[in-house]
């Protein structure tokens, strides 16, 4: 299991501390390709990672009305996509009270913890994989499990504001984030 970011995850987060891009708020690293979580303090000191669920569709854009077809249980499976991107975000909650960090609360993209369910048992395995590709089952989501979220993400991202930064899987990290 990797214990660093990839050496474009890396460059990325040399890249958010440097500039101060985060504007001094705690922030997150989605590597798509590693389908992994890294969570920063507002420092740029390294808070936690971990491996991630993520949208069950290949794609780094989102769709107008992803949002809405989500909460009404409509969304396509090709458009169940994790949207990469720099997002502005912010604790909240979703529509049962859950706790959640809203990346992108317009088209329903939340990091959120691994939720009980009849898909529980399938999605912890797949958090506990050593394969990344096995980690494409959510509707667009970063899903966690639920020690590291509580831990790591409510703490530390899930007391505000803060900033996710999403690594594309399709294009160069260059073409999303044009200053690397």
């Known amino acids: 299991m990797a214990t660093r970011p990839t050496p474009e995850a890396a460059r990325l987060v040399d890249w958010v501390t440097q500039t ?67 997002f502005d975000s912010e604790a909240g909650v979703n529509a049962t009270g859950e706790h959640v960090v809203w990346v992108d609360y317009a088209s329903a993209f939340a990091i959120h913890r691994l939720r009980p369910g009849f898909a529980y048992q399938a999605r912890a395995s797949r958090l506990a994989s050593t394969q990344s590709a096995g980690r494409r089952v959510s509707w667009g989501c970063v899903v966690v499990p639920v020690p590291f979220y509580t831990q790591v993400v409510q703490r530390v991202l899930g007391q505000g504001r803060s900033v996710v930064y999403v690594m594309p899987e399709n294009m160069p990290v260059q073409q999303v984030f044009n200053a690397l």
């Open 20 to 86: 101060s891009d985060a504007r001094g708020k705690p922030f997150a690293i989605v590597d798509k390709r590693a389908a992994r979580l890294y969570v920063f303090h507002a420092d740029g000191r390294l808070a936690g990672h971990t491996p991630a669920l993520l949208g069950s569709a290949p794609g780094d854009h989102t769709l107008p009305g992803t949002g809405e077809r989500t909460q009404n249980g409509t969304l396509r499976p090709e458009d169940r996509t994790t949207p990469a991107g720099r």
